[in-house]
């Protein structure tokens, strides 16, 4: 007989959470990643008050920030940083293209990646 007072167990209460043979998963979360998975960053920006230097689209884009380097690969989350002097580079279908640089922004949002230098 089921107790109609029993409480459900809270792992299953948090949204996005269900559970399959006694273990939480978090199906929402799967979902999200899968349908934001691309091949390839849709664009690729990276330009100074006077001269852009990348403006396509691309594979990855590798950088150094004052953690360490880190890569921006396709479904990257929402992201802004401040580089630190070193090298960027974009890897496309084309090959890597690399850019020294002293210090920069860099702005990912919705596969869209911006990065302004000398500033």
Same mark, same amino acid.
């Given at each position: 007989?089921?107790? $109609?007072?029993?409480?459900?167990?809270?792992?299953? #209460?948090?949204?996005?959470?269900?559970?399959?043979? !006694?273990?939480?998963?978090?199906?929402?979360?799967?979902? $999200?990643?899968?349908?934001?998975?691309?091949?390839?960053?849709?664009?690729?920006?990276?330009?100074?008050?006077?001269?852009?230097?990348? !403006?396509?689209?691309?594979?990855?884009?590798?950088?150094?920030?004052?953690?360490?380097?880190? $890569?921006?690969?396709?479904?990257?989350?929402?992201?802004?940083?401040?580089?630190?002097?070193? #090298?960027?580079?974009?890897?496309?279908?084309?090959?890597?293209?690399?850019?020294?640089?002293?210090?920069?922004?860099?702005?990912?949002?919705?596969?869209?990646? #911006?990065?302004?230098?000398?500033?």
């Amino acid at each position: 007989m089921q107790d $109609d007072n029993a409480q459900p167990d809270k792992e299953s #209460e948090k949204p996005g959470m269900q559970t399959t043979d !006694d273990k939480p998963t978090n199906l929402g979360l799967l979902n $999200d990643i899968q349908k934001d998975d691309k091949s390839a960053l849709s664009k690729v920006k990276i330009y100074s008050p006077y001269r852009i230097y990348y !403006d396509d689209a691309a594979d990855s884009v590798s950088a150094v920030n004052l953690t360490g380097p880190f $890569d921006i690969l396709p479904g990257h989350k929402n992201f802004m940083t401040l580089l630190d002097r070193g #090298e960027i580079v974009v890897r496309s279908k084309n090959g890597a293209q690399k850019l020294k640089i002293e210090r920069g922004v860099m702005h990912v949002r919705n596969n869209v990646v #911006e990065v302004f230098l000398d500033v």
